[in-house]
């Protein structure tokens, strides 16, 4: 990964979707865009609107023209994975290990999750390491993939029950 931002897919626009839209400025009625647009963030809702069409469009090719010029979303970074909870460990070869302590069975066992992530790729490991005193540590993987964005991972985080 090259740049801090990307382009979405039309797929990816769906609901909590944290994205940044150019908005410009009009003075009069008329559009005064050069050089004074600036980018605002926005949160994907029920209320999405597109300005040049003025309503949501079942239309793919203006969607797809306000995506592609409009629309712009951040990919994951460190400062996202900690916004989520995760404690910044290491980084080793550009990868980062991030990590959330935890306790179980009523305080007799320590557990961790672990996050391996690396930026370049988008790649992501979640899992789950309990420590056990007398025995081999026990590791379960929840998640192994490409994440690109906070709100993506805010999503699957939930539906690997880690939120």
Not at 3 to 20: A, C, H, N, R, S
Not at 79 to 100: H, P, Y
Request: aromatic letters at 12%; hydrophobic letters at 35%.
């Amino acid at each position: 990964m090259t740049d801090k931002y990307y382009t979405p897919e039309i797929e990816e626009l769906v609901f909590g979707l944290e994205y940044e839209e150019l908005v410009g400025y009009t003075e009069g009625g008329h559009s005064i865009n050069v050089g004074k647009e600036s980018w605002v963030k926005r949160t994907c809702d029920l209320s999405m609107t597109m300005p040049d069409i003025g309503f949501i469009t079942d239309k793919k090719e203006d969607m797809l023209y306000y995506i592609a010029s409009d629309i712009r979303v951040k990919h994951l970074d460190r400062e996202d994975i900690e916004s989520c909870g995760w404690g910044f460990k290491k980084e080793k070869n550009k990868a980062m290990l991030f990590e959330i302590l935890k306790d179980d069975f009523n305080g007799r066992r320590r557990s961790k999750l672990i996050m391996a992530f690396n930026p370049i790729s988008q790649w992501i490991c979640i899992a789950l390491v309990i420590e056990k005193p007398f025995e081999e540590n026990e590791e379960r993987t929840f998640f192994a993939g490409t994440i690109k964005n906070k709100s993506e991972l805010a999503r699957v985080l939930k539906q690997v029950g880690v939120v």
